[in-house]
């Protein structure tokens, strides 16, 4: 266990490199790719006055930007077409690439490193970023 992770007490993240976890045990996420991606962590940042929660950035491929949130609680919600929703429902299962905190994890990199075990996005506030910005 790395001493990052040691003090943070988060089981799903890795000590060193990526792994890939099954979303809806844990966590769910929410992807956007590209720039859109990029612009949303900016605005949640701005809505919430700082660290809005655990956020990876891809910089390779679609350049995902993805937003962890509590387990179940992307479920049943209308998101645009330009979010993907990683969760684990009825006939699905999602994987979602998680980095260590530090060292060897590109392409992937924490934008907002999470801060605690259960300290994740807030769902709603990104619901609500999601609509403004895809209006």
């Known amino acids: 266990m790395n001493a990052l992770n040691g003090e943070r007490n988060i ?3 890795p000590d ?5 976890r099954k979303a809806g045990v844990q966590f769910d996420a929410v992807r956007v790719d590209g720039e859109a ?7 949640m940042e701005e809505l919430v006055g700082g660290d809005p929660g655990p956020v990876v950035t891809e910089a390779n491929g679609r350049r995902g930007v993805y937003f962890f949130v509590p387990p179940g609680s992307t479920a049943h919600r209308c998101w645009p077409r330009e979010v993907t929703i990683l969760n684990a429902t009825r ?3 999602s994987y979602v690439p998680v980095p260590a905190l530090d060292g060897r994890t590109w392409p992937l ?3 907002y490193p999470p ?8 769902t709603l506030i ?3 970023a999601v609509a403004y910005l895809f209006r």
């Open 115 to 122: 801060t605690g075990p259960s300290r994740f996005v807030h």
């Open 126 to 128: 990104l619901i609500n």
């Open 16 to 20: 060193s490199g990526f792994q890939l």
């Open 11 to 13: 089981e799903w993240v």
């Open 109 to 111: 990199a924490w934008r």
């Open 37 to 43: 991606g990029r612009r949303l962590a900016d605005l």
């Open 91 to 93: 006939n699905r299962v």
